[in-house]
């Protein structure tokens, strides 16, 4: 979800401007993901370098994380939707943290889809805990080293249990991945489009799907491959 402080600086506002007008094109996108029967979406809120901001920006955004997930809990219920963090969750402020921790408890039952929250979350943290637990684990004698393969690893990933995203949106054009899920984007489609996200709405991600639609899979093979069966 990229754009906001530019989206602000072309109103004239400050960046926590464009944050704050973030929220609509959040609610939008979950409730037609949902609708569309998306079973997973993850939302890349907060990165592991985002702390590097000013503070004043850095408390803003989680207050107005606090704030959200309060006032959208609700919303997520009525959806069925699930609610889940990935991230270091335990470097957020407290408050954070225990909304977070009643949104996932009270939304536990949500069969629906299951929102990610990416918070204080970067591509190169997650395989560095990863690393340490495995470690951790195989010192202990309870895996051992001839035993680990990707199924391994994956299983030792923020997103254990969670299939590989299908399909990558970032708004306002810029062309990388910004340590977001590297090990799980190894085959995932990247849908780049110039809007800045509080401008992004509905019809955007279902354009953003269409464009998806169109797309040959291959994962390596030959196109002629995929229409033999
Ligand atoms: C995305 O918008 C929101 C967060 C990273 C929290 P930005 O704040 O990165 O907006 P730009 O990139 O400065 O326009
Ligand atoms: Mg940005």
């Not at 402020?93 to 204080?120: F, H």
Request: with cysteine; proline share 3%.
């Amino acid at each position: 979800m990229d754009g906001n402080g530019r989206w602000a600086k072309q109103k004239g506002g400050l960046r926590i401007f464009g944050h704050q007008n973030a929220i609509t094109a959040v609610r939008e996108t979950v409730e037609s993901a949902a609708e569309l029967g998306v079973k997973f979406l993850t939302l890349y809120a907060f990165s592991t370098e985002n702390w590097n901001r000013p503070k004043h920006e850095v408390m803003a955004l989680m207050q107005l994380l606090v704030h959200t997930i309060r006032q959208e809990t609700p919303t997520l219920l009525k959806n069925n939707i699930r609610l889940q963090a990935i991230g270091q969750i335990d470097s957020l402020p407290a408050s954070c943290q225990q909304e977070l921790a009643e949104a996932i408890a009270l939304t536990k039952a949500g069969a629906g889809m299951t929102l990610v929250l990416a918070l204080s979350y970067s591509g190169r943290w997650d395989l560095t805990q990863a690393a340490q637990r495995m470690a951790t684990d195989i010192a202990a004698g309870k895996l051992r080293p001839e035993a680990v393969n990707e199924q391994t690893i994956e299983q030792y990933l923020a997103t254990a249990g969670m299939p590989d995203p299908e399909l990558l949106i970032r708004t306002s054009g810029e062309q990388r991945i910004s340590n977001f899920l590297l090990w799980q984007l190894a085959y995932t489609e990247l849908y780049i489009t110039d809007l800045l996200w509080p401008d992004f709405r509905r019809e955007h991600f279902y354009d953003a799907i269409q464009a998806y639609q169109r797309r040959e899979r291959r994962f390596g093979k030959t196109s002629e491959q995929l229409t033999v069966s």
